[in-house]
């Protein structure tokens, strides 16, 4: 009877689990929105003590941008390995204690669950042939990133540089990208 009650337990949670997946392989514009947001939020404006510290970080645009519709899935990919780079920015390092954890926590969690439901975008293969050129560009702006935040050795200020950096990031994401221009959440 036990045996019984474990095997219709698993079942159902085996089939809830496939029922739950998501459908559609697209980003979601109210998830990127609402990471920007934790993100800000948990730090504040700029600190003045920090101005002088801060270092210049060439922002690569040219992985976002698209010409017509058939580098979308270029930008796609673009877009998720950004999400990729900031999870493993933050997951391998010591989190920032001046900020808000809870809105923190909830960033890092938002970030993640972003990763998860569009990882099916790196499956996409029709007009990609870009990708490489621009994951190349992300690979050197987020070892700069990570790098900034090792000489300065996690410092307050090293922390809200990369911060400051994440912000213009996803703003350029949500703003500049044809992902998102028309779509409304």
């Not at 933050?90 to 001046?98: A, K, M, V, Y």
């Not at 970030?111 to 996409?124: G, T």
């Not at 090792?150 to 500049?176: G, M, P, Q």
Request: hydrophobic share 40%.
């Amino acid at each position: 009877m036990d045996f019984l009650r474990v095997a219709l337990l698993c079942t159902f949670f085996c089939f809830a689990q496939v029922w739950s997946l998501p459908i559609n392989c697209v980003l979601r514009k109210d998830l990127m929105k609402g990471s920007y947001t934790l993100l800000e939020t948990a730090g504040g404006l700029f600190p003045m003590q920090c101005l002088e510290e801060k270092v210049a970080i060439p922002f690569p645009q040219n992985a976002f941008k698209s010409e017509n519709t058939d580098q979308v899935t270029g930008v796609e990919k673009a877009v998720y390995q950004t999400l990729e780079n900031i999870d493993a920015l933050f997951e391998n390092s010591s989190d920032p204690h001046q900020w808000d954890e809870e809105k923190w926590n909830d960033f890092r969690g938002l970030v993640y669950r972003q990763i998860v439901e569009s990882k099916c975008i790196m499956n996409k293969s029709e007009a990609a042939q870009d990708f490489p050129s621009r994951e190349a560009s992300l690979k050197v702006y987020f070892e700069t990133i990570s790098s900034t935040l090792k000489e300065k050795d996690f410092s307050y200020c090293a922390w809200e540089i990369v911060r400051n950096e994440i912000l213009h990031t996803l703003k350029f994401i949500l703003d500049e990208t044809m992902l998102f221009k028309s779509s409304e959440f």
